[in-house]
C-alpha cells in the first residue's frame, strides 16, 4: 500500500474533537488517541501514526513501551524528551508500507516527518521496521535517509510495451 497524508501540527491539540497530528483526518480521540491511552494499534502503520502523534504530543512513556523489548534499553529518554519538547512537528507523510496488517507478525512504513527544532527545519525520511509479539506491535529500528522508494515509470504510450509483444504500449498493456 502506498500513499500520502500530511497535516500540519502543533503540539497544544486538545479536547476530543481535535484532529490528531498523525494527519490521517480524523479526530485524536477516534485515531491515535485510544493507543496512547494503552488500546493496542492493530496494524504496523496505526504503530507509526501513534507514535508520530506521541512525537507531537510529548507522550515519551508510549514511545518507551512501543519500543521493541530488545532495543528499548538503547533508547535515550532524555535525548527523546529534549527533542519531543524543542520541535515544532509540521507533518507526517506516509510513502509506503510493505505488510504490517491486521494478518502479518512484521511489517515497515516509510515515513517522512517534517519539523523545526531550535530553528533549523528538518524532514526526516526513515523505513522503520515493525515486529508484533504477544498481539502488540512495536517499533523495532529504522533506516534513516537514503534513497526514496520508487515505482518504475510507465512506458510512454509510442514506446514498446514491456510484456514483449513487439505491440507498442497503448495498443496492449496500456489501455
Known amino acids: ?19 490528531c497530528p498523525c494527519g490521517a483526518g480524523r479526530p485524536l480521540a477516534r485515531c491515535c488517541g485510544p493507543f496512547l491511552e494503552g488500546a493496542p494499534a492493530p496494524t504496523a502503520l496505526a504503530l507509526m501514526r ?14 518507551l513501551e512501543t519500543h521493541a523489548p530488545q532495543t528499548r534499553g538503547s533508547v535515550d529518554r532524555e535525548g527523546v524528551a ?4 524543542e ?3 509540521l507533518g507526517l507523510e506516509i510513502v509506503a508500507t510493505e505488510r504490517g496488517g491486521e494478518a502479518d507478525d512484521v511489517g515497515v512504513v516509510e515515513f517522512i516527518a ?14 522503520s521496521r ?15 535517509g537514503g534513497e526514496p522508494t520508487r515505482r518504475a515509470a510507465a ?21
Open 1 to 19: 500500500m502506498t500513499g500520502t497524508m500530511t497535516g500540519a501540527m502543533t503540539g497544544a491539540m486538545t479536547g476530543t474533537g481535535a484532529a
Open 50 to 63: 501513534s507514535r508520530y502523534t506521541a512525537y507531537v504530543r510529548g507522550a515519551i512513556d508510549y514511545l
Open 82 to 85: 529534549r527533542w519531543s519538547r
Open 87 to 89: 520541535t515544532q512537528w
Open 114 to 127: 517534517r519539523g523545526q527544532t531550535r530553528g533549523a527545519a528538518f524532514a526526516q525520511r526513515e523505513r
Open 130 to 144: 515493525f515486529r508484533r509479539e504477544g498481539g502488540r506491535w512495536y517499533y523495532v529500528d529504522g533506516d534513516a
Open 155 to 175: 512506458p510512454g504510450r509510442n514506446e514498446p510495451c514491456p510484456c514483449g509483444s513487439g505491440m507498442k504500449y497503448k495498443r496492449c498493456c496500456g489501455r
